[in-house]
Every structure is written in C-alpha cells, then in structure tokens.
C-alpha cells in the first residue's frame, strides 16, 4: 500500500473524513495543516498571531509562515508507517517546497487522492457542519446531527460554528481553492501520481475508492 499522500480537494470535500478512517484502518498518520493553525491561534502562540485574520477571513496564511510552520511538522513526519497531508500543500509553491524536503530524506509523496466536488455540494455540507468548542465532536444538521439540535451530546453544552464555515466565507475559500489549490493536481498528474475521486460520493464508496487506489 502507497502510504505518502496527499489529499487534495475543496474545502468540504470530505478529505477530513477519509483521513480520520484511513487512520484508524492502517495508522497513516494524519496531518491536517488547518487543525494545526487554528491550535496555533487558540494558543496565541506567535505563528497563531500571525495566521490568525486569514483564518478567519478563509484566505490563504502567506507561503512564509506556511513553509517554516510545516517544515517543523514534517520533520517528524513517519515516513515507513505514512501521513496523509491534508490542506498541505495548497499553492504549487508548498507543493514544490514539499518535494525538496521529503527528497532530502529519500522518502518522496506516493499517492495524491483529489477529491473533486462542485460549490452547490460544498456549500450543503460545510454551513451545516457544528462542533463542539468544548470536545471538537464535529456534527451536521443533516447527516449527523446531535440528539438535541445545537447541544453535543457528551458536554451538553450549545455547538459552535467555525467563523470560516459561514456562507460568504465559504464561497471565498473555494474561489482560492479554484485559482491557487487546482494547479496542483496538474503538477501532481505530470509526475503520474494524481487519482480523482468524486466527492459527491457517499463517505463508504470515497473510501473504497480510495484505498483502491492506494492499494
Ligand atoms: P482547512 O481546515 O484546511 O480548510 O484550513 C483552514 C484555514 O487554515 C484556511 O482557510 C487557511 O486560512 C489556513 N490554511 C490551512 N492550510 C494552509 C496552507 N497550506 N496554506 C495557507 N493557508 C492554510
């Protein structure tokens, strides 16, 4: 099984749901770079200060800090048990960063899974997702919906929406993801690494597809 990848595709494309499976079914380590900006910014840490106004607005964290901040993560990146990147690398810039650092440990991507899916899709499954600002449970108000609409389950307490998932916001991120994340996926194709996945899918079948295409 390949175990070097990369998930590529929109914001609410799903990738976040695959990775936590993959996980869990092969121990492919999960690196999510969005995850670990927003810990960044709730930490106040110095990267968090400063990623802290594109988060919210859902633009792109400048490739400077990006770079430094992943560098770190990728250093202890498990090459033989495998990570699956996931919102890392989004400008051809990261991409072609990436390549040098996993070069320099004889270790390069092996597979880049791009799950491609349309704004209608994405705009349905993103504004109805809520968390939980205590636990991080994520729930959806169709697919997954808490046992009392707006409490978690567990903490009992009201679910919170990420600033970056409101509508407008969301529309801003894929019109990004079009013009700056897109041009990966030729990148990727030239170096005959590149499977398309459709994210409209349902969860199992994007899995099965998935491994299929790892396997
Ligand atoms: P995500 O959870 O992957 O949608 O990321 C949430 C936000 O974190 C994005 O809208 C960006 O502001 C920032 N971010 C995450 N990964 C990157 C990256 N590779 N380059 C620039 N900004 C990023």
């Not at 993959?22 to 400063?50: A, Y």
């Not at 810039?93 to 390549?99: E, R």
């Not at 567990?154 to 919170?160: P, S, V, W, Y």
């Not at 194709?189 to 994210?199: R, S, Y």
Request: glycine share 10%.
């Amino acid at each position: 099984m390949r175990r070097r990848l990369i998930l590529l595709g929109p914001p609410g494309s799903g990738k976040g749901t695959i990775a936590a499976r993959l996980q869990q079914e092969f121990g492919i380590h999960h690196i999510s770079s969005g995850h670990l900006l927003r810990r960044e910014v709730e930490e106040g840490s110095t990267v968090g200060q400063r990623a802290r106004l594109f988060l919210e607005k859902g633009e792109l964290v400048p490739d400077g800090t990006v770079l430094t901040f992943m560098r770190g993560w990728m250093k202890s990146a498990p090459l033989e048990s495998g990570f699956m990147l996931d919102g890392f690398p989004r400008t051809l810039n990261q991409g072609k960063a990436l390549d040098v650092w996993l070069a320099e440990r004889g270790a390069p991507v092996e597979a880049v899974i791009l799950y491609a899916c349309d704004l209608k899709i994405i705009l349905d499954r993103i504004t109805g997702r809520w968390s939980c600002p205590k636990c991080g449970r994520v729930y959806h108000v169709y697919s997954v919906p808490p046992k009392v609409a707006g409490i978690c389950d567990d903490c009992r307490i009201e679910l919170t929406q990420r600033a970056d998932d409101r509508e407008p916001v969301v529309r801003r991120r894929f019109g990004i993801y079009a013009r700056q994340t897109k041009p990966l996926a030729k990148y990727y194709e030239h170096q005959g690494k590149l499977t398309v996945v459709d994210a409209a899918l349902s969860p199992d079948e994007r899995f099965a597809k998935t491994v299929a295409a790892l396997n």
